[in-house]
């Protein structure tokens, strides 16, 4: 049987994924594709929350290497290194979490 999340999943990558550059993982400034995020941070206890959260949805076929803190992905002429990895297995993605 057909995996029957393929068809959603290839079709939120069409409209979604764009091109970064990324190095770390194997890669030495390679071309690969992902989906940027940036929302709301978790908020603290203080006085308000302005945090943002910047992170990138990878396919895991796309690197050769887990992801780890360190790497470096270039989106719009912005720099971002990665902080955080988690792994995402059930649909072969990486999800990082980005700081500048």
């Known amino acids: ?34 989906i940027y995020a940036d929302e709301a941070a978790q908020p603290f206890v203080g006085g308000g929350s302005t945090l943002r959260q910047v992170s990138f949805e990878l396919d895991q076929a796309d690197l050769p290497e887990r992801p780890r803190k360190g ?17 995402r297995d059930d649909i072969g993605r990486y999800v990082v979490v980005m700081k500048r």
Do not use: H, Q, S
């Open 71 to 87: 790497n470096v992905i270039v989106r719009a002429g912005v720099t971002w290194k990665v902080d955080d990895v988690t792994d």
């Open 1 to 34: 049987m057909a995996d029957p999340f393929a068809a959603g999943l290839a079709a939120i990558d069409a409209v979604f994924r764009e091109a970064v550059v990324y190095t770390g993982a194997g890669l030495d400034a390679a071309p690969i594709r992902a």
